[in-house]
């Protein structure tokens, strides 16, 4: 038997290699959150905005204070402008309540139910009338879906100068993802680090609802992006949504990883495939 094998022991190393290989990507398959979708939107009924001082007096006031006016605890910013659409994101990412003040606000499960942030951000939503002070932040958007061939018109000459197809394409929010988020969020959304250890999260959890209002809102340190139109917003959103399950042209994703972990896969897999090569010609005498 072991005669009419001799390149049993030459296959060992690149098989222990391409184990190590398939169960290193699985893990990384099996880690890939699935999408999720809710649309919600803001309630001004006199209920919910009650129900929501209710929660907000025993969960948030401790920190952002009575009527959300701020001045408390230094670093929990007043709340009376930041709209329903700030409360919405804070609160379906998890991020809201914080444990201690100066812990960093990440995502988490989310401590409230739909239901009851709702009625959170009907409250928030509300606080400029209560308090008289300013105008409300950005209500909670909703999205535009993407376009379907049909739906597409044929573009007029000026339709063509503003880039308007009547909806929101793919495309479109591929090219403003890559120019306006990629630098952090990397080309396929997996996340990175910033400078001072700062973390940039994946984007495999936002639903496209959260992928909108984060550009609207800015949470920090991410910016504001304030140039972005509606539609424009829209189709970034959608484009993070089908960067949760991407086709791949090219043959395996990798886990997208992006450009990065396609170059190590690469070099490993040459490196084997030159190794075995040189084994099999070589003469060892
Ligand atoms: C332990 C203190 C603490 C509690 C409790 C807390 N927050 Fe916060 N909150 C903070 C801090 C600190 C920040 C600033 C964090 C940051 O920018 O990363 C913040 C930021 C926010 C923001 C973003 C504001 C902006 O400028 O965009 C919202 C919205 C918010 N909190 C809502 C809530 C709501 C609603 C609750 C109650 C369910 C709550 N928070 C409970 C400390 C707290
Ligand atoms: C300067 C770097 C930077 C840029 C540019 C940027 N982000 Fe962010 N983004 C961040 C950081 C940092 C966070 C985490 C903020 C926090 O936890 O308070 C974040 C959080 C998010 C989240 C929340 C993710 C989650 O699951 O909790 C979404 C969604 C998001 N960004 C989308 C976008 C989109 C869409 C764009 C482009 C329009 C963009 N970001 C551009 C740095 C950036």
Known sequence: MRRLLPGRRILRGPLILLALAVVVFSIL????????????????????IAAGQVLFEAHCQSCHGYQGRGGVVSGAPALVNVGA?????????GRMPLNAPNNEALRHHPVFSPAQIRELDAYVNALPQITGQGAAGPTIPTPEPLCSTAQQK?????????????????????ELYAVNCAQ??????SGGMLSKGVVVPSLGNANVVQAYEAPLIGPKPMPI???????????????VQYLHNPSNP???????FGPVAEGFIGILGGFVLLWFAARM???RG
């Not at 880690?31 to 006199?46: G, I, L, Y």
């Not at 952090?184 to 959304?189: F, L, N, R, T, W």
């Not at 992006?225 to 484009?239: D, E, K, V």
């Open 184 to 189: 952090c969020h990397q080309a396929a959304g």
């Open 281 to 283: 010609i070589g003469n």
């Open 29 to 48: 398959f099996m880690t890939e959150p699935a999408a999720h979708s809710a649309v919600n939107t803001v309630s001004t009924d006199p209920a919910d």
């Open 250 to 256: 090219g043959g395996f994703g990798i886990s997208h």
């Open 85 to 93: 659409a700030a409360a919405d994101f804070y609160l379906t990412t």
């Open 225 to 239: 992006f304030t140039q972005l139109s509606h539609a424009q917003l829209s189709a970034i959103a959608q484009y």
């Open 154 to 174: 044929t573009p007029s000459t000026a339709d063509l100068a503003t880039q308007d197809v009547g909806c929101v394409t793919l495309s479109e929010g591929q």
